[in-house]
Every structure is written in structure tokens, then in C-alpha cells.
């Protein structure tokens, strides 16, 4: 998510930024590579982890502070088959609705569990919304793909679905035990709803200039959260750490679309700013997760 997200957060930037990021064949496209092998090699590694360890996968799937986290899947093949799309429509066509069935079916095992009283405030976090909120990100893939109708549907629910469950999780915050360090950088997921609805409800609904409040709260957000998130150094490196990334994808997205309706203004030195911030920490949390791996793999070997 947070490679194929960049990849295309930076496609769009293009023509906001002629000669700096110019797509497709300097910055964004080697990018969104990246993001169609990461997803290869690790479906790969994901099957092979169901095949050999049945247990660990099930307790995902049932544990309901991972559960949310179960969605990344869905949610990244609908953006690596946007970046497919210039190339390999119809391929990138299949990604997509894999993708959003799939999506749509763990949505639907979600709220089924959460109805059945098995999903506590205490272990709600970030991850939910990839479950719940996923749907907002399909229209970018799904729209040029000529799925708008789809798209829409899927958009529809799961921003529905964000009106309900951030303020549950900001609840969450207030009332129950703080995040393991280890989970908290998913509290970045928050600037997803914010981002996506605002630039994807645009698509559709273009007269709605009033989504532009949520991209002011986006923004707003995200300082409080780089405030909260000081001291991410010294939180454990696990793969949650992806969660600060493709959060600020869809913010830098969010940042650049607004800038190209007003290019007047700080905004454009806004979108640069928060497209820059995206890239680095997207670079930062790859290094550092094949420096894991590469110890990982030493030691076994």
C-alpha cells in the first residue's frame, strides 16, 4: 500500500510539478514497480505462510486487534492495479475487482464479528478503518479502469463507514489503555478518511466543495499526529511502522488534487511539502524493513 500509494500520490503530482516529479518514466512508475513485486513476493510468502502455519493465520483472522489489518491485501491490489492500468488494463481490471470483492467480503466477516460482541473498545485501533474505510481508495484505480459505478458503491459504504468508526477510535483513545508502542503508529491510518473522501468525493460528486473541509482537517490532523508521534524512534520496527506511510500517500494525494484546483496561495508549497514527507518516510520504513529482513534471513541461515 505504501509503495503503490506513493507511486501513484507522485503520478499525480506531475503536472503540479513539471520537472521536479515527471511521470511516468523518471520518479513515479520505478515506484509503483515496487509496489506490483512487493505485493508479488509477499501474496507469494502469505501463501506459503497458510500452507505452513494454519494457526498463525487463523488467529489473525480472528484476534480482533489484527483482524483490521487483514484488508491491506484487498486494498493493495486495487492500487497496484491503478498503476497497472496505463499499461495492462485488462490485467490491472482483474486486480481490481479481486480486490474489491475480496475487500468487501472480509468487510462483511468484520462487521459480522463486531455484531457478535467479539471486537472490544480496547482492542479497536488504525486497522480497522483499512477494513471498514478501505472502499475509499478504489475510485482512483477503479474510475480510470471505466468502473465508476463499482467504485462509487464500494466509496458510498465505506465512507459511510468512516463517519462511525473514527469517532469510536478517538473514543478508543480517550477511555481505554494507550496502543502497545509497537501498534501506534497506526493511529497515521486517521488521515486516510480525511484525504480520500474529500479528493475521491469530488470525482463524483463535483459539486460538493464542502469535502474541501475535510482536507483542512486532514492537514490539522496530521500535526497533531507528528506531534503524538515524536518520539517513533524509539518505537519497536515492526511492519505497524507501514502504517505511517501510506497515510501520508493519501494525505500528499489529498494535498496535491487540492493545490491543482487552487493554485494559488501556500498550497502548492503544501502538496511539495507533504508529497516530500511521504516519499522520505516511505524510503526510511523500505530500508529499514530490508535491514530486518537481511538480519532475519542471516540468522537462519
Given at each position: 500500500?505504501?509503495l503503490?500509494?506513493?507511486?501513484?500520490?507522485?503520478?499525480?503530482?506531475?503536472?503540479?510539478?513539471?520537472?521536479?516529479?515527471?511521470?511516468?518514466?523518471?520518479?513515479?512508475?520505478?515506484?509503483?514497480?515496487?509496489?506490483?513485486?512487493?505485493?508479488?513476493?509477499?501474496?507469494?510468502?502469505?501463501?506459503?505462510?497458510?500452507?505452513?502455519?494454519?494457526?498463525?493465520?487463523?488467529?489473525?483472522?480472528?484476534?480482533?486487534?489484527?483482524?483490521?489489518?487483514?484488508?491491506?491485501?484487498?486494498?493493495?491490489?486495487?492500487?497496484?492495479?491503478?498503476?497497472?492500468?496505463?499499461?495492462?488494463?485488462?490485467?490491472?481490471?482483474?486486480?481490481?475487482?479481486?480486490?474489491?470483492?475480496?475487500?468487501?467480503?472480509?468487510?462483511?466477516?468484520?462487521?459480522?464479528?463486531?455484531?457478535?460482541?467479539?471486537?472490544?473498545?480496547?482492542?479497536?485501533?488504525?486497522?480497522?478503518?483499512?477494513?471498514?474505510?478501505?472502499?475509499?481508495?478504489?475510485?482512483g484505480?477503479?474510475?480510470?479502469?471505466?468502473?465508476?459505478?463499482?467504485?462509487?458503491?464500494?466509496?458510498?459504504?465505506?465512507?459511510?463507514?468512516a463517519?462511525?468508526?473514527?469517532p469510536?477510535?478517538?473514543?478508543?483513545?480517550a477511555?481505554?489503555?494507550?496502543?502497545?508502542?509497537?501498534?501506534?503508529?497506526?493511529?497515521?491510518?486517521?488521515?486516510?478518511?480525511?484525504?480520500?473522501?474529500y479528493?475521491?468525493?469530488?470525482?463524483?460528486?463535483p459539486?460538493?466543495?464542502?469535502?474541501?473541509?475535510?482536507?483542512?482537517?486532514?492537514?490539522v490532523?496530521?500535526?497533531?499526529?507528528?506531534?503524538?508521534?515524536?518520539?517513533?524512534?524509539?518505537?519497536?520496527?515492526?511492519?505497524?511502522?507501514?502504517?505511517?506511510?501510506?497515510?501520508?500517500?493519501a494525505?500528499?494525494?489529498?494535498?496535491?488534487?487540492?493545490?491543482q484546483?487552487?493554485?494559488?496561495?501556500?498550497?502548492?508549497?503544501?502538496?511539495?511539502?507533504?508529497?516530500?514527507?511521504?516519499?522520505?518516510?516511505?524510503?526510511?520504513?523500505?530500508?529499514?524493513?530490508?535491514?530486518?529482513?537481511?538480519?532475519?534471513?542471516?540468522?537462519?541461515?
Amino acid at each position: 500500500m505504501g509503495l503503490a500509494g506513493l507511486g501513484l500520490a507522485l503520478r499525480a503530482a506531475a503536472p503540479l510539478f513539471p520537472g521536479v516529479v515527471r511521470a511516468p518514466a523518471y520518479v513515479s512508475e520505478p515506484v509503483v514497480a515496487l509496489g506490483v513485486l512487493a505485493l508479488a513476493v509477499l501474496l507469494s510468502a502469505y501463501l506459503l505462510k497458510i500452507i505452513y502455519n494454519r494457526k498463525a493465520v487463523l488467529e489473525e483472522f480472528t484476534n480482533p486487534a489484527t483482524l483490521g489489518f487483514s484488508a491491506a491485501l484487498p486494498v493493495g491490489m486495487t492500487l497496484v492495479a491503478g498503476g497497472l492500468a496505463p499499461y495492462l488494463a485488462s490485467l490491472a481490471g482483474i486486480v481490481w475487482w479481486a480486490g474489491c470483492l475480496l475487500m468487501a467480503a472480509l468487510q462483511v466477516y468484520g462487521i459480522a464479528r463486531w455484531l457478535d460482541g467479539k471486537v472490544p473498545l480496547d482492542k479497536l485501533n488504525g486497522g480497522w478503518l483499512i477494513l471498514l474505510v478501505g472502499g475509499i481508495v478504489v475510485p482512483g484505480g477503479g474510475i480510470g479502469l471505466g468502473y465508476a459505478e463499482a467504485a462509487r458503491f464500494f466509496f458510498g459504504f465505506s465512507a459511510c463507514g468512516a463517519a462511525l468508526l473514527v469517532p469510536l477510535l478517538l473514543a478508543r483513545a480517550a477511555l481505554a489503555a494507550p496502543l502497545p508502542e509497537a501498534l501506534r503508529p497506526s493511529w497515521f491510518i486517521l488521515l486516510v478518511p480525511p484525504s480520500l473522501i474529500y479528493a475521491h468525493g469530488l470525482s463524483f460528486f463535483p459539486e460538493a466543495l464542502f469535502l474541501e473541509s475535510l482536507y483542512f482537517a486532514g492537514l490539522v490532523l496530521a500535526a497533531g499526529l507528528l506531534v503524538y508521534a515524536r518520539g517513533f524512534w524509539r518505537w519497536p520496527f515492526g511492519p505497524a511502522w507501514w502504517a505511517f506511510t501510506f497515510p501520508l500517500d493519501a494525505l500528499a494525494y489529498a494535498a496535491t488534487r487540492y493545490a491543482q484546483e487552487h493554485p494559488s496561495g501556500p498550497w502548492k508549497a503544501v502538496a511539495g511539502a507533504a508529497l516530500l514527507a511521504a516519499t522520505l518516510v516511505v524510503a526510511l520504513v523500505l530500508a529499514r524493513s530490508l535491514a530486518a529482513a537481511r538480519h532475519l534471513f542471516s540468522k537462519r541461515l
